[in-house]
């Protein structure tokens, strides 16, 4: 019952938390889009007033895009150098913003309003950070030794059995996948406690992650499956929507844009829910945290 | 009549093993070589010994004072062999890393020695350290119609690192093995002006060019070892302990491999009169069904258009991950594929491995060019068949690659690496496989010749290539066809469709393209639609011949360039706005050219080559242009960028 009380709870703050979401959506399109455009442009001014652009609209056609030469060199060079870029701002932007989502999440404030929202991403900046650089190490590190370490001794053998090493990536992945699960609950009670905590400090805050993880893990583990079976199902609903989807006129692409961008404020949505939930699954557990 | 007599005659003649089973009725090729080898693999000492006996007939009208052999196992003695320089690798230093073969006796019929009158030279690049390609003087003149005998006890160690040939753990790969003929032609064959042996050392970058022979092989190996190899099996027995003999043989082929590896799983169909196997590891299940299909698509595909597979036998093989290196390579009725144990299916690599291996057996194993010369005759024609087999049964646009989201042709491929390669026009397709630059060779003789072809067939039409190809194959095959030999069965075959329509003959297309080093683009450089004055009474000036309507009170010029230096004729379409669509046909010789057309308004559009036929253009963005440029792709693609970075991030931020 406590799983569905906080998954309830968890769904009611993260609708509550709208306008926090709506900032998220926004900075993304921004900081997605200034990047994107350059591209664009760059790409337009390569096919000029061709025709050819006709042969794109059943999809990507590798045979015309080649053909854009120094134009594809320079669209992919600024795409490639840029992606770094792009990841490092948006892993800090969303750092900054996931402090702001887990206080208006949290059962302890009221409805936040947008200067207390950026209050609070400010405070819990670094903290976040931090908890995503340690997380995002145990992720990979955990995935080398569990997955890459016994497939990879296994298919260096002169013949490997097919069944073994099928029944070895089976148990491997679904083991990783446990571990990414406990992560993932780990890093998100750890920044509700901080949000929760006067004193907020992020290795104190870790082990309370740890902690909470696995004392609560016959409620929390299930509920986290759940979450995110649901938004691993919608994440691929959307990105089956986003790439099978080619409109062919301007309305169409215009609709396309909409439709996705709703789709992208979904998925924030969902994740905020997930944060709500394991923050009130926290309250429930611990009503005296903090 | 003389070419088909000697063969006849040194059949009755040969030791009776050589041809003790006939596997095609009437022999397919003049036989002038033949080999009846028996041999042991060491599993332990990697090497592969025994005796061989073999056969060259001297077909020529001259007599001639030697023979000589490939003794290409030994391009992986050293580093300093040509192999070993052109790649700049070395074997290996480990005992057990180099490859060699080793001629233990060498006698003729007679018993006479040979040894002392044989030599290794290097007839390409006058290398000392080269040892592959070995002259042996006769101790007598062969006469013409003479047939020459040798019998030879060997020894061939297999190389550890895999290219082509050698073993890796129990695997093994066993190619250029045994010391085999190189091809005595007299003068005229292949246009040369004297004859002599055509010979080549092993280089980096060229296969072979060799007789087609008669094979009979006996290996002896462990049991456990699975076998297959370009023959038929015609016996397997025990051969003491732990130890089997097979007995193969091969009629017609133009070189004899064989693989040995007890981790293969054998499997067999059938296509029509060919009884098909696949060797692949276990592991590789899941590919079987893939690669049959590709292989029997192949042979539909080239029967119907080139000529029949006259073999009843055909042996594939997918090597492990340890012999990868053995992967990709045509020994005729031999040939190696290459996947992964699991290879998604949108991704054709299978096929498209298997489809091009599978069509050297045409293009090179019975067409059987010199690939040291004219490697574009192997590879390229080979490539262009694959890539129309290719995009015939996977899809015209998703050959290769048919995911949801991206999808490419096979003809991309080859067209985006020639088209986009900076060495395009350092080299024509004429010269000799290792005189290509570094870095060009697999895109010129594959690539290049493949983008070629494909615009030949866009100008001389689909069913008239395909007639070239059966004509090709009825004059040559079996034979040893040079370059020139092609160029005049297309001139005969599109004067007999086309009459004169693309001139005397097809020279110039030739000219540009396999022996020249320039470029094809043709550029519309604009296009203006001027408002008359007045109505006036003028004739239309384009072939249309249109008369102007009442309503038509534009003039439109449309400026067309041809930026490249090959020239060829090309369709150039103009659409206007009331509809209209007129075809012009430009013979593309000019640098520059305006088409003038009134009566039917203003112009909204014009293309040159509209289908996309030449497919040698470097540049379609340039063949066109619009008034109207339609964006909606182009801001889809950006908008579909977007929106994949956004759940990017979002999944990577936790």
Known sequence: MKIFKSLGSGARLALRSWKAILIVWFVMLLLVSLFVLPAKSIMRTGFGSSTITELLRSGINVDVLSDLERYLASILSYLSSGLFLLLMLGILLYSLFAGGLFKSVSNLSQVLSVPCYFRASAKYFWYFLGLWFFVIIMILLSGLLIIGLPVGLISQAENPSPDVLQVVAIIAGLLYLGLLIIFTLVADYARAWLIAAEKPALFKAMGFGFNETFKRFGSSFPMMVLILIIILIFSWMASTIIGLWKPTTGGGVFLFFIISQMLFFVKILLKTWRYGSVTSMMELNNPMTG | ?654
């Open chain 2, 1 to 654: 009549m003389f070419r088909k007599v000697i063969p006849f005659f040194a059949l009755i003649i040969v030791p009776v093993p050589l041809f003790s089973q006939v596997i095609n009725k009437v022999p397919l090729s003049p036989r002038t070589t033949g080999y009846s080898i028996d041999v042991k693999l060491d599993t332990a000492a990697k090497t592969v010994s025994g005796t061989m006996e073999a056969f060259w007939v001297n077909n020529s009208r001259e007599s001639v004072p030697d023979i000589r052999l490939h003794m290409y196992m030994n391009a992986f003695k050293s580093r300093n062999s040509t192999l070993g320089k052109e790649s700049g690798r070395s074997p290996g230093v480990k005992e057990s890393d180099p490859g060699w073969i080793d001629l233990k006796s060498l006698d003729d019929k007679q018993g006479n020695n040979l040894i002392p009158l044989m030599k290794y030279i290097s007839p390409d690049d006058e290398n000392p350290s080269d040892s592959t390609v070995l002259q042996v003087i006769l101790p007598k003149p062969a006469k013409p119609g003479d047939t020459v005998f040798i019998s030879a006890e060997f020894e061939t160690k297999l190389p550890s690192r895999i290219r082509r040939t050698g073993f890796s753990g129990e695997y093994f790969f066993v190619a250029q093995w045994f010391p085999k003929f190189g091809v005595y032609e007299p003068a005229g064959m292949r246009y040369r002006a004297e004859s002599g042996w055509n010979c080549h050392q092993f280089h980096i970058t060229s296969e072979f060019y060799a007789n087609h022979s008669v094979y009979d092989v006996k290996i002896t190996l462990p049991k456990r070892y699975v076998l297959g190899s370009g023959g038929m099996l015609i016996k397997e027995s025990d051969a003491g302990t732990n130890l089997k003999t097979v007995t193969l043989r091969a009629e017609d082929i133009v070189d004899f491999a064989w693989t040995a590896w007890p981790g293969y799983a054998v499997h067999t169909d059938k296509w029509e009169h060919v009884n098909i196997t696949l060797l692949l590891p276990e592991a590789r299940n899941r590919q079987v069904e893939r690669q049959f299909t590709a292989v029997k698509n192949a042979l539909e595909y080239l029967t119907e258009n080139v000529g029949p597979y006259p073999w009843p036998h055909l042996t594939f093989v997918d090597p492990p991950t340890i012999g990868a290196g053995a992967g990709g390579m045509e020994y005729t009725t031999l040939f190696t594929s290459t996947s992964a144990d699991r290879m998604p299916e949108w991704l054709h690599l299978p096929e498209m491995v298997t489809v091009h291996e599978f069509g050297h057996a045409y293009f090179m194993g019975m067409l059987a060019t010199n690939e040291f010369e004219e490697p574009w005759m192997d590879e390229g024609m080979n490539s262009f068949w694959e890539a129309r087999i290719i995009d015939h049964y996977w899809g015209e646009n998703s050959g290769l690659i048919d995911n949801r989201h991206l999808q490419v042709a096979d003809k991309s491929y080859s067209r985006i690496s020639y088209a986009r390669s900076p060495n395009r026009q350092v080299v024509s397709n004429n010269e000799f496989s290792w005189n290509y630059p570094s870095g060009t060779y697999g895109m010129m003789s594959y690539n290049k010749v493949t983008v070629w072809l494909y615009t030949l067939m866009g100008i001389i039409g689909e069913e008239t290539m395909n007639e070239v190809f059966r004509e090709y194959y009825r004059q040559w095959a079996f034979k040893h066809p040079a370059g020139k030999d092609f160029i005049n069965v297309v001139n005969e075959v599109v004067a007999r469709i086309h009459g004169d329509k693309f001139g005397p003959d097809m020279n110039w297309f030739f000219e540009q393209t396999l022996y020249g080093t320039g470029i094809c683009d043709y550029k519309v450089s604009g296009f203006d639609n001027i408002r008359l004055k007045s109505e006036g009474n003028k004739d239309s000036d384009t072939l249309s011949g249109e008369p102007m309507s009442k309503d038509s009170l534009y003039k439109a010029v449309v400026k067309l360039q041809r930026l490249g230096e090959v020239m060829l004729p090309v369709e150039v379409l103009v659409h206007f706005e009331n509809g209209d669509e007129i075809p012009e046909i430009w013979d593309g010789r000019d640098r520059y050219k305006e088409l003038t057309f009134f009566g039917h308004g203003k112009m909204e559009w014009v293309k040159i080559d509209p289908e996309y036929r030449i497919r040698m253009d470097i540049n379609f963005i340039n063949n066109s242009m619009t008034n109207d440029p339609d964006r909606v792709p182009i801001r889809r693609m950006a908008n579909k960028l977007i929106s994949l970075m956004q759940f990017y991030i979002s999944a990577l931020t936790l």
